[in-house]
């Protein structure tokens, strides 16, 4: 029986062609990136804590196994756990429990049902996707920090960029983050307003977007390939930049070029925890957690951060 | 040819045997599994809006995104056919030490997660990488070009050919070869005449397999080749990437991938049958 091997073998390639290709839908596009949760385990895994959490809660010292469910954008990935344990000490038996991914990929599962209990957005066109659609009371969103942009060489600097202006040299590998991804968005901004300055020519942003050879989907993956030498050159929040210190080289954009993100964060109107999502919004726009914030490199919201004036209490986000 | 003629007679003899209540019964416990495969799709086409899916069909970003799907699928195919046919015969037909530790190393791509495959693709090919550095001396820069799409996709989707093809070459009586030969038969005549054709349509199964697996790459294309429009954005990234930016579109083109992918398969199937039932 010379046929049952080639069966055998046959069924077995097409078990593996299954497990194989499963992954790919899902695997998450910049492993490097460190996230505490995989961008779509946590949101099918997470939903029975907070579901199974009393709806009649007043107070924000929630019943223990709360999990508070936080969908954050990815450049708020290193920010955002340092502020967890101080958050979970001060809210016995809760767990916060967060998703790091590109805002807008965040946006579109929470319209599509993810179980989310606080969404905190790179840019507000993200957020004013979630007040379009009914997720977010328009009122209840509220700027809490801002980022500014920079361009990242490799350390080395192969292609010797050192001025914005060596981002139109020709033949350079210039990595961006995708036109979906904010951080995307504001690069072109970028790109657009020096354009418009005489120092540069009109062509300056098509020169440039003429360099780049991958529009990433998100803005770590735009970090790591720059840090790993992969690309001459990068543009990416300053926050990010930090976090690679040791592997990348900054380029500052000036005031009148950059542009400055601005992070809004709100509760989900359907959280089945309002009053803790209410509670760690307001624990993220207190002095404490900005503090933390600054220190990682975001400008303060609430209080004073060098070359920002500070604003008395929260934006409003329209 | 007796392997094939032999298998739908089985099946009838079966049929023949089996009480009704048993397929009914079989036909009850499949469907679980049947309606876990279908439901998905159905959902997928449920929720596609047709005027949508005309208007995408004018859209260039998308008719590029098949255009470079289809053609580094068929490199990629090609270039698993090319240089994984030796491999599977030496497997098929060689004794040699290391070679169970060589048959588990073509397996380790089919199991690795693509991620894995594209970093190390990326530490490889890049141009810091430990191929690529040399490469990129020589003015050769493979990542992020279209050639890196054909190599992610060869890299995870050629071992599915070749494990069907060592099982093909398997199967075909070595008595056959060593009559060929003693007639006189060079042992490439041998391998061509005798050889391939019998081990033909499993061949062709692998290649159909490697190709499939090609078609849906994502993980290691996205970290390697990156994703640019019309040079390294194939359908697979254009999807995920219209997932984030607007929804209708990425599941027009899912839609228009799924009824591709299914049309082709079906095709192949059908000609698979006809040279079955020919010989």
Request: glycine fraction near 6%; aromatic fraction near 8%.
């Amino acid at each position: 029986m010379r046929r049952s091997p080639v069966v055998f073998a046959l069924l077995l390639t097409l078990l593996l062609a299954a497990c194989g290709g499963a992954p790919a839908a899902q695997s998450p596009t910049s492993p490097p990136a460190p996230t505490v949760a995989p961008t779509v385990v946590p949101t099918v895994a997470a939903p029975t804590a907070s579901t199974d959490a009393p709806t009649t809660e007043a107070t924000t010292t929630a019943p223990a196994g709360t999990t508070l469910n936080v969908f954050a954008a990815a450049s708020l990935t290193d920010a955002f756990k340092a502020l967890a344990p101080a958050f979970e000490a001060a809210h016995p038996g809760v767990t916060l429990v967060f998703n790091f991914a590109g805002a807008q990929q965040l946006a579109t599962q929470i319209n599509e049902g993810a179980p989310a209990d606080v969404f905190a957005s790179a840019n507000r066109a993200q957020m004013d996707v979630l007040i379009a659609s009914g997720k977010v009371i328009s009122a209840t969103a509220h700027t809490f920090v801002r980022n500014r942009l920079v361009v990242i060489t490799p350390k080395a600097n192969p292609a010797g960029i050192t001025s914005l202006k060596d981002l139109a040299k020709p033949g350079l590998k210039l990595i961006l983050a995708a036109k979906a991804v904010p951080v995307g968005q504001y690069a072109l901004a970028f790109l657009a307003k020096a354009s418009a300055l005489p120092e540069y020519t009109d062509s300056f942003s098509a020169t440039v977007l003429a360099n780049v050879v991958s529009y990433e989907d998100n803005v770590r993956s735009v970090l790591t390939k720059i840090a790993l030498g992969e690309g001459d050159a990068g543009i990416v929040y300053t926050t990010d930049a930090a976090t690679q210190a040791d592997k990348v080289a900054e380029i500052a954009i000036p005031d009148t070029l950059n542009v400055i993100a601005t992070y809004p964060i709100a509760p989900l109107a359907d959280s089945k925890a309002t009053a803790l999502a209410q509670a760690f919004v307001d624990y993220v726009l207190a002095p404490e957690a900005q503090q933390v914030l600054v220190k990682y490199g975001f400008i303060s919201e609430t209080g004073a951060a060098p070359g920002i004036v500070p604003t008395a209490k929260p934006t409003e986000v329209k | 040819m007796e392997r094939i003629t032999t298998a739908p007679r089985t099946v009838l003899v079966w049929r023949k045997r089996s009480l009704p209540l048993t397929t009914v019964g079989l036909l009850l416990a499949s469907l679980p599994m049947l309606a876990y495969l279908l439901l998905p799709l159905l959902a997928l086409i449920a929720r596609v809006n047709p005027a949508t899916l005309v208007a995408q069909f004018a859209n260039p970003e998308i008719s590029q995104a098949l255009g470079l799907s289809f053609t580094t699928t068929a490199c990629s195919t090609l270039l698993g056919l090319v240089c994984g046919t030796p491999l599977a015969y030496l497997l098929a037909r060689g004794r040699f030490p290391g070679r169970s530790l060589l048959d588990t190393l073509i397996e380790l791509p089919m199991v690795l997660p693509p991620s894995v495959a594209g970093i190390a693709l990326l530490i490889t090919f890049g141009r810091r990488g430990l191929v690529g550095a040399q490469l990129n001396e020589a003015g050769l820069s493979v990542a992020f070009t279209t050639l890196a799409v054909v190599l992610a996709q060869t890299f995870v989707a050629a071992p599915f050919y070749i494990k069907t093809a060592v099982a093909g070459f398997a199967g075909v009586e070595r008595e056959l070869e060593y009559a060929a030969a003693t007639d006189g038969a060079s042992p490439w005549q041998v391998f061509t005449r005798i050889t391939l054709p019998l081990a033909g349509p499993v061949l062709l199964g692998g290649l159909v397999m490697s190709w499939a697996r090609a078609l849906g790459e994502f993980g290691a294309t996205i970290i390697f080749a990156g994703n640019f429009p019309g040079r390294t954005q194939t359908m697979p990234l254009a999807i995920y990437l219209g997932f984030e930016m607007n929804l209708d579109l990425a599941l027009s083109l899912a839609l228009i991938m799924l009824a591709l992918s299914f049309f082709i398969l079906w095709l192949v199937k059908a000609i698979l049958r006809q040279r079955v039932s020919a010989t």
